[in-house]
């Protein structure tokens, strides 16, 4: 049964893998097209009319896309009542939403002339919650092929809309128009895949069942309003307390570190129904598995995060036109939260999905409180690398109280020895940094992997059984 377990689990991160993958690398080839092709400023105005309306998105669902993963996954005979009534609040919270966006703008901003770009932009946002919904009735089910086919068709319809959008030199209007069209086909997929699938043949809307569900997802709701928080306000207040120059140099390095979270984002995926099925039946299965996939995360990241700080001039300019190079030095801070969020995302899906979401909540407002405090000073002083600086402190503040909590009511998942010995073997990269200037950053790139690689065995990181049974192995549980 425990094997049966770790596989689900192991399958299912292939599949997110693999779906993390393809997506993530089509959208940041995408990305990086369009912000060469936006330039500076526009691309700041673009970020900042999406960070706008990312900070209402937690109002589309109020926490129900979470909730529902771990409800279904322990109440599986409830997915036709749950399944109709939070998609039909879906469409009604969506509406509301794109409305108090549009009429927020118009009294915060005092510029006219960008509603209509804002209320497209909130369009966007929104309706592309929609997925999500969907997304929590695949998971729960642990049927996460479905989800990643969900995932790739969203990306994938989001970089032919760039792509049709340089195509034709669209201004800002045309490009969220596309954008627009993009999400109601995202939507339309999702729902598609469900119905092939009879997920939706069922479905019944339960006014009776709203009080609870409301109940129960409140505290998801809350957290990610403070996550929304945390993630976007920089971008909104950059654009306000600076201008939209400096918003598009500081999204041009975080749109690098955001994009490399396939892997930390598939672990966590993959891991919260399970942790919510088996947590009060094997909870020793539960801990080892997450202790495991927390160190594999970290074996990713590590690498990245060194690298990167060693050659992010080169890597800036590889990526865009010379008109970004100063963003190079937010890129070498905000790199270093990839291996801390490795860690607090796994943390604070564990504590979810053992119920103690309020716990979460309470760090997640303190990180948005300390966020947003932190950045009217560091912004408008320091500008996007104050703005660096912020986002990594207030993660690694989040990572003290959550690893905490978590070892006192789940058990004890850092394994420090392993993560010491990946650190260690990443360290072993840094002689390359000396040919920054001289060497192809791609060539520089292939040579830190194989690297690494070798420095992960010489350091005792891995060894060949865990190279052999890589996919399955890493989540047997079984000590070495």
């Known amino acids: 049964m425990q094997n049966n377990i770790q596989k689900i689990v192991a399958r299912n991160i292939a599949f997110l893998v693999g779906a993390q993958a393809i997506t993530k690398g089509g959208i940041v080839i995408a990305i990086l097209l ?232 598939a672990v966590v995926t993959a891991l919260f129904p399970m942790i919510a099925k088996e947590y009060n039946s094997d909870r020793q299965t539960a801990v080892r598995t997450t202790s495991n996939a927390m160190f594999y995360s970290l074996l990713f990241v590590m690498p990245i995060a060194v690298f990167t700080t060693g050659l992010a001039g080169p890597i800036i300019q590889f990526l865009y036109r010379d008109s970004f190079a100063a963003a190079s030095s937010s890129l070498r801070i905000l790199v270093w939260w990839l291996p801390v969020a490795a860690i607090t995302n796994i943390l604070g899906y564990v504590l979810g999905a053992i119920g103690l979401q309020r716990k979460v909540l309470l760090i997640s407002v303190m990180n948005a409180v300390f966020n947003v405090m932190v950045n009217f000073y560091f912004i408008p002083h320091f500008g996007p690398v104050g703005a660096s600086i912020t986002t990594v402190a207030t993660e690694l503040l989040g990572f003290v109280f959550l690893a905490s909590i978590v070892r006192k009511h789940f058990g004890h998942v850092i394994p420090r020895d392993k993560f010491l010995r990946v650190a260690c073997a990443a360290l072993f990269i840094l002689p390359l940094m000396v040919f920054g200037d001289r060497v192809n950053i791609i060539l520089l790139g292939l040579a830190s992997v194989a690297i690494y690689s070798i420095a992960l065995f010489l350091c005792g990181a891995i060894n060949k059984q865990d190279l052999k049974n890589l996919g399955f192995a890493i989540f047997t549980g079984s000590k070495r």
């Not at 998609?87 to 960008?114: C, E, H, M, N, T």
């Not at 997304?135 to 086919?149: E, K, Y």
């Open 34 to 265: 369009l912000t060469n092709y936006l330039g500076v400023d526009e691309f700041g105005r673009y970020n900042f009319l999406l960070a706008y309306a990312a900070l209402f998105t937690p109002l589309c669902d109020l926490g129900f896309d979470v909730f529902i993963v771990r409800h279904l996954a322990m109440h599986p005979e409830e997915r036709g009542r749950v399944a109709g009534t939070v998609l039909s609040a879906k469409f009604i919270l969506v509406l509301f939403s794109i409305s108090l966006i549009s009429i927020s703008f118009y009294f915060v901003s005092g510029v006219p002339s960008l509603l209509y770009p804002m209320v497209l932009a909130a369009a966007v946002v929104t309706i592309r919650t929609i997925t999500g919904t969907f997304s929590g009735l695949f998971r729960a089910n642990q049927h996460l092929s479905l989800d990643s086919f969900s995932q790739i068709a969203a990306k994938l319809f989001d970089i032919a809309a760039v792509l049709v959008a340089l195509f034709f030199k669209a201004d800002l209007i045309l490009l969220l128009k596309v954008l627009l069209v993009s999400a109601l086909l995202q939507s339309g997929y999702s729902f598609f895949l469900a119905y092939r699938n009879s997920y939706l043949t069922s479905i019944s809307f339960d006014a009776t069942i709203l009080g609870p569900l409301f109940k129960g997802a409140f505290p998801f709701a809350l957290t990610s309003i403070s996550v929304m928080i945390y993630f976007q306000i920089d971008v909104v207040m950059l654009s306000m307390l600076v201008n939209e120059h400096e918003t598009g140099i500081y999204r041009s390095a975080t749109n690098i570190v955001f994009g490399i979270t396939a892997f930390s984002a």
